[in-house]
């Protein structure tokens, strides 16, 4: 008949890379009875290494803070993403990390990696457009900064600075915003399209002065051909003879 007893082994039997497992694995949530079970050893053993390494539930040191198993430092508990699924509740690698190493794992599996999201978000497809709404209505600072830099390469102080030069109005009729913000111009010859490389942006303006300016499709040779028809009406009447 097998006998189902553990090895247990004494903290003089742990290296220094058990220890240092042991130490990792409790400070990111294993309850030490997990921990005898996984290292073949009793509770007591569990908390003599803790004790002997200064760590333990009442230290004060790992209150309110997680090891990263990435760069290895201890962070604050908003420096993590929650999952459910994990012991703690919380990611075992920080913010920083996990998203490294997701920019690192889409970079080599960008196919995989595109059918996966194409998948999820039609599968998700209202519940991202609310979530969508929502997060543009609770952070617009973030959203316009966002946006700014995506089209246009400036931040939202470079708008601002920008928009201070203009005294707070629209470059070319002296209006303020009817919106929050003024629309951002910039050259078409230089950057065709909706985005710029932030070299060719002119100023800012209010939506009519910029939707005229794409009526005319930047010429300026029409936008005078507008003014002299302006200033030099022609007598509608003359032409008809009446």
Same mark, same amino acid.
């Given at each position: 008949?097998?006998?189902?007893?553990?090895?247990?082994?004494?903290?003089?039997?742990?290296?220094?890379?058990?220890?240092?497992?042991?130490?990792?694995?409790?400070? &990111?949530?294993?309850?030490?009875? /997990?921990?005898?079970?996984?290292?073949? *050893?009793?509770?007591?053993?569990?908390?003599?290494?803790?004790?002997?390494?200064?760590?333990?539930?009442?230290?004060?040191?790992?209150?309110?803070?997680?090891? =990263?198993?990435?760069?290895?430092?201890?962070?604050?508990?908003?420096?993590?993403?929650?999952?459910?699924?994990?012991?703690?509740?919380?990611?075992?690698? *920080?913010?920083? =990390?996990?998203?490294?190493?997701?920019?690192?794992?889409?970079?080599?599996?960008?196919? %995989?990696?595109?059918?996966?999201? %194409?998948?999820?978000?039609?599968?998700?497809?209202?519940?991202?457009?609310?979530?969508? %709404?929502?997060?543009?209505? $609770?952070?617009?600072? %973030?959203?316009? $900064?966002?946006?700014?830099?995506?089209?246009?390469?400036?931040?939202?102080?470079?708008?601002?600075?920008?928009?201070?030069?203009?005294?707070?109005?629209?470059?070319? *009729?002296?209006?303020?915003?009817?919106?929050?913000?003024?629309? &951002? /111009?910039?050259?078409?010859? =230089? =950057?065709?399209?909706?985005?710029? *490389?932030?070299?060719?942006?002119?100023?800012?303006?209010?939506?009519?002065? $910029?939707?005229?300016?794409?009526?005319?499709?930047?010429?300026?040779?029409?936008?005078?051909?507008?003014?002299?028809?302006?200033?030099?009406?022609?007598? &509608?009447?003359? &032409?008809?003879?009446?």
């Amino acid at each position: 008949m097998g006998s189902s007893y553990k090895l247990r082994m004494p903290p003089s039997k742990f290296n220094e890379e058990d220890i240092k497992k042991i130490i990792d694995d409790y400070i &990111v949530g294993y309850r030490t009875n /997990d921990l005898a079970n996984r290292y073949g *050893c009793t509770r007591g053993t569990i908390r003599r290494v803790l004790r002997k390494a200064n760590i333990d539930k009442h230290n004060p040191y790992i209150k309110g803070v997680q090891l =990263c198993l990435g760069c290895r430092e201890l962070k604050p508990l908003e420096d993590f993403y929650i999952e459910k699924d994990s012991n703690t509740g919380l990611s075992t690698q *920080c913010k920083l =990390c996990k998203n490294t190493a997701t920019k690192i794992w889409i970079t080599n599996n960008k196919e %995989k990696f595109n059918i996966t999201h %194409k998948r999820f978000v039609n599968k998700h497809k209202e519940r991202l457009k609310a979530e969508r %709404k929502i997060y543009r209505k $609770n952070n617009p600072d %973030k959203v316009r $900064n966002h946006d700014l830099k995506t089209f246009f390469s400036i931040t939202i102080d470079d708008y601002y600075k920008i928009l201070k030069y203009q005294n707070g109005v629209c470059i070319i *009729c002296k209006e303020p915003p009817s919106k929050k913000f003024l629309s &951002v /111009d910039h050259d078409h010859s =230089c =950057c065709s399209g909706t985005k710029s *490389c932030g070299k060719c942006i002119r100023g800012l303006l209010c939506m009519r002065c $910029n939707s005229g300016l794409g009526m005319f499709k930047d010429n300026s040779s029409l936008l005078k051909e507008a003014i002299y028809y302006l200033e030099h009406k022609i007598e &509608v009447k003359d &032409v008809l003879g009446s």
